[in-house]
């Protein structure tokens, strides 16, 4: 039988992009839940039990900044079955990721987004909302890497990789 030793997180997190006069652009907040660092994060959260990825991601993108998500950027595929056993829907996400170290231990669905509305000052523990071009993000990533909580930064760094290559 297998016993958890501790407490184990599956999250979805959202790129939202737009296009700014300086070209693309990504909304950060800063996280504000009491007893952390005040640092730079891309939003998102836990799933709750039985929620699906899709409606997690557009709960917490709600309740974190105010926005509404309009598109994804990446085509997420899904699609649904159900058996017997249950139901299943299956996605392709922007890229996923596994924490093998550090504060908790999750795996996580980032989804590239687009949203309409104004961002809240403050929403949950998240405030001061801000567009950044994807090109002053580079640099900061790369000169200032500790304005971003952990996890924002490897993804920052992923997307720099891969998907912001050309931008």
């Keep these: ?7 184990f997180y599956v999250n979805a997190r959202a790129v939202i992009e737009r296009s700014g006069e300086r070209g693309p652009e990504v909304l950060l907040q800063v996280r504000a839940k009491p007893g952390e660092p005040r640092t730079l994060e891309l939003p998102g959260g836990q799933l709750d039990p039985f929620e699906s990825i899709p409606a997690a991601l557009r709960r917490e993108v709600l309740e ?4 509404t998500i309009t598109a994804f950027l990446d085509d997420p ?3 649904a079955s159900s058996a017997p056993g249950g139901d299943v829907e299956c996605l392709t996400p922007a890229f996923v990721y596994q924490t093998t170290r550090g504060p ?7 989804f ?3 949203a309409n509305g104004e961002p809240l000052t403050r929403g949950d523990h998240a405030e001061a909302p801000r ?3 994807v090109r002053d993000l580079r640099t900061q990533v790369q000169t200032r890497p ?3 909580n952990w996890l924002t930064l490897a993804a920052l760094r992923h997307l720099n990789a891969h998907a912001w290559a050309d931008a």
């Design 64 to 67: 974190e900044t105010g926005l």
């Design 146 to 148: 500790g304005d971003f």
């Design 104 to 110: 908790v231990d999750s795996v996580g669905f980032f």
């Design 1 to 7: 039988m297998f016993r958890r030793k501790k407490d």
């Design 131 to 133: 567009w950044v071009p």
């Design 77 to 79: 595929h899904a699609t």
């Design 112 to 114: 590239r987004v687009q």
